[in-house]
Every structure is written in structure tokens, then in C-alpha cells.
């Protein structure tokens, strides 16, 4: 399908910095606010945040037969209810309004004041109404290195992992949006084996590098989605930060699996960058072996060359990138993920998060969590001001950033998940 907005020739009269996350070509979708005034659903293209429901006040989307007041809304998802249709032709329609030869707004300075701000002046909204969130662990070279630290090295792989795109089912009030602190988590941990657990803070609190896709559309209970459909039922991705207390976690994780290890917050970027957007950075997945069953068989290339890295800032310190990485990596396609979740008929619902798991590739700097980086506190991190880190200390900030590229050389980019650790309250 031909989508008019991800022309990589398109220019525009808006400044856009080279390598911005924002070309005229991404335009992604969330909930901004300016000042005390009601929240509105947005778009960005550079630094200039563009309000959708002043763009169809002023009859931009006449042309769509929707709904306009779904843009005037402090979430998205009943604009994403609108279908993929409206959706993709708001982008359209914005690529056109927004490019370099069209007048309207670009000679229309009173028309900019209502419609345009700067990215500075804006406080982003966490950008969906969350009702579900599963997470995954489908990234092979994350899964065997955890399991190189806490099995047998030589069957580092459960022996369900190469056959389903293992989940479960996190906690969604704790997601959060970047720039939103995160407390340091307090709970039962276990110092030494055959000792009693004792209680107090997290002593090994860490980032989770992922990515996140919006589910798009309702089924209903008993339905399926074929693996090779799914993308129709995905409306966009984020970065996630899915914070993990692995002290909490190792003692608590048998046999139920993740509990306060990791339902005491996740950081999503604000920007919702459709899926389309990213057809021209898809890339074949790894090589599976076994093959999937036939439910979870795709064809064509469904995964997608997104850079990923990670900082962390300690307060008032450089930022020191510990992490490269890249979502093409992932072992489990999100197109599989979305089919086993629903193969059971499990329903699922516009709004609904799954997380990709922690993306880790094959050399040392790739890995995306502090457990595998400093391998469980073996190897600890030197920081750009001299320090070290095994896990995250109090008030570091980790920032993640991604991008993918497209294959005519377009940047579609995510912006940053942000979140600093302050200390754990009322021990």
C-alpha cells in the first residue's frame, strides 16, 4: 500500500534538524498539554508540536468522515477506534498541509499561533488509556544470558522457549510517561541461600530496554488473530522502559513468576509512531529453529531495524551511554507475539501494551539491562564521572532513545523514555 506521508522525498516549511526524530515522514500521534488548558491530541514534525483538534476546527480533515471531537481528548483511543483509515488519513492530510510548496499555513502566521508550539512549551500525557499490559521475553540472546546466570549455562533456554513467545500479564496503572520519577521499590529479598528473607529497598534496581506496541483494534473473547494479520491490529510502537527489581524478583519469581519485582512502574515514551510509518525500516527476523507451528508462521519480513541505546545520568554527572542495541534482534516477531496471545481466544482491546521484553543482541555493549551489562554485578560499569554502577543508583536518570531507518535513509524516531530513581520512602 502507497501511504502518501512516508514519501521519503517529502520536504517541509517547518525547521527540522538534521537527524530529528520528526521528519515530515514520521508524524506520530499523542496527548500534549500547554499550560493549564485542556489536553488535545497532537502530532510533531521537529520541534514544532502540531494540535489536531485546532487543525480540524479549522476544517483540515473535513475531507474524513469521523468524529473530530475525538481529538479533543486527553488519550487516544478513540481516535484509534476510528480505524486505520482516518488515522493514516490524518497523516496524509497533515504531510500535505505541513509541505514545503503548501501556503495555507505556511504564509498564515494568526493560523500558526493557534496550531503550532514548541516542543518546549509542551507537557507531554501518557499517550493511551492502558487496560492491559503483557510483557514478553523474546529476545533469545536476553533469555540465554539470564539463564546462563541462573541455570545451567549448557541449557540456558527452557524448553518451551524456542517454541512459544513466552508472556505474562504486568501491571498497567504503573506505566508511566517519560519524565514521570520513579521510587525506588521496597520489598522481601533474600541475602544469603538458607538464611530468612529480610525487608527494606531494592539493592538491585534496573532498566529493561524495550520497545511496546498499541493494540489497534477490539476482538472479541474466542477470537484469533492470524499471526499474518496481526499488523492490522497494531497501531503503533513506543520505547518502554520496564523497570525490574531483580533482588525482589529472584526471590519471589517461583513458581508464579513477576510480581512487585516488577509492577512498581514502567516508563513509555509519549510519542505513538504508527506502524506504517515503519515500512520502509522492516527486516527479515533471526533464523527459527524449530520451526514455529504453523499459527505462528509469517511470511514476508516482520521485524523492524530500530538503533536502540540507553544513558544513565547521575545527578549533576555526564550521561554515559551504556547500552546499543537494535529491536531487528528480537527472536519473537511482535506479529507473533500478538497471535499467541490471542490463539487461546483471549480478546484484546484498543489501548491494550504489549512490550517486546528486554532487547539484547550478541556482543557485550548490546545487552539491554544493567543485569547482563555489569553481569550480575561481576563487571560493574565505569560512568563518564569515575563511578561505577552494578544496578542503578539513587537519583541516576536512565534515558532511552530509538530510531529506525528507513531503507532510503529516513530517521523516524521515538523521542526519549525518561525516569529518574529517587530514594525508597518510609522504611
Keep these: ?10 520536504k517541509t516549511w517547518l525547521e527540522v534538524e538534521e537527524n530529528s526524530d520528526f521528519p515530515i515522514q514520521n508524524i506520530p500521534f499523542g496527548i500534549a498539554k500547554v499550560g493549564d488548558k485542556p489536553p488535545f491530541v497532537a502530532t510533531r514534525i521537529g520541534d514544532a508540536v502540531i494540535n489536531l ?15 473530530v471531537e475525538t481529538l479533543n481528548r486527553d488519550n487516544l483511543n478513540d481516535l484509534i477506534a476510528e480505524g486505520k483509515g482516518i488515522t493514516l488519513g490524518i497523516r496524509d ?8 510548496q503548501n501556503p495555507v499555513i505556511r504564509d498564515n502566521p494568526f493560523l500558526q499561533m ?34 546462563m546466570m541462573f541455570r545451567d549455562p549448557k541449557n540456558a533456554l527452557l524448553p518451551n ?3 512459544i513467545p513466552v508472556g505474562y500479564h504486568g501491571r498497567s496503572s504503573s506505566i508511566l510517561v517519560s519524565g514521570t520519577n520513579i521510587i525506588r521499590p521496597k520489598g522481601q529479598t533474600l541475602p544469603k541461600e538458607g538464611e530468612p528473607p529480610v525487608f527494606g529497598a531494592s539493592a538491585r534496581l534496573d532498566f529493561e530496554l524495550e520497545m511496546a506496541f498499541i493494540v489497534g483494534k477490539n476482538t472479541q473473547l474466542g477470537d484469533s488473530i492470524k499471526a499474518n494479520e496481526a499488523e492490522n491490529y497494531i497501531f503503533g510502537l513506543t520505547l518502554f522502559n520496564d523497570w525490574s527489581a531483580r533482588d525482589i524478583q529472584q526471590w519471589e519469581y517461583v513458581p508464579l513468576g513477576p510480581f512487585l519485582g516488577k509492577n512498581f512502574a514502567s516508563t513509555m515514551s509519549p510519542w505513538v509512531v504508527m506502524i506504517e510509518a515503519l515500512d520502509g525500516a522492516r527486516v527479515a527476523q533471526p533464523t527459527q529453529e524449530p520451526q514455529p507451528l504453523p499459527y505462528l508462521q509469517t511470511t514476508g519480513d516482520k521485524n523492524y531495524n530500530i538503533a ?3 544513558d544513565i545520568v547521575p545527578e549533576n554527572g555526564a550521561a554515559t551511554t551504556v547500552c546499543k542495541s537494535n529491536f531487528q534482534y528480537m527472536y519473537w516477531s511482535m506479529s507473533q507475539q500478538l497471535a499467541h496471545h490471542t490463539v487461546n481466544g483471549c480478546n484484546v482491546r484498543i489501548g491494550d501494551v504489549c512490550a517486546s521484553g528486554t532487547i539484547s543482541g550478541k556482543d557485550e555493549n548490546s545487552y539491554g539491562s544493567m543485569l547482563e551489562l555489569a553481569w550480575k554485578g561481576t563487571k560493574p560499569l565505569k560512568m563518564a564521572d569515575g563511578t561505577e554502577r552494578k544496578f542503578i543508583n539513587d537519583n541516576d536518570t536512565v534515558t532511552m532513545r530509538g530510531w529506525a531507518t528507513t531503507q532510503e535513509g529516513i530517521r523516524i524516531g521515538f523521542g526519549e523514555a525518561v525516569g529518574k530513581v529517587l530514594p525508597a520512602t518510609d522504611l
Design 161 to 163: 522457549w524456542l517454541h
Design 53 to 67: 483538534y485546532a487543525l480540524a476546527k479549522m476544517t483540515a480533515f473535513d475531507s474524513l468522515p469521523f468524529d
Design 1 to 10: 500500500m502507497q501511504i502518501y506521508a512516508n514519501n521519503p522525498n517529502h
Design 308 to 310: 536502540l541505546e540507553v
Design 93 to 100: 492530510l497533515v504531510s500535505q498541509l505541513f509541505n514545503i
Design 114 to 147: 493557534g496550531i503550532l508550539h514548541e516542543a518546549k512549551d509542551v507537557t507531554m500525557l501518557l499517550p493511551v488509556k492502558i487496560g492491559d499490559y503483557t510483557d514478553f521475553y523474546s529476545s533469545r540472546e536476553h533469555a540465554t544470558n539470564v539463564g
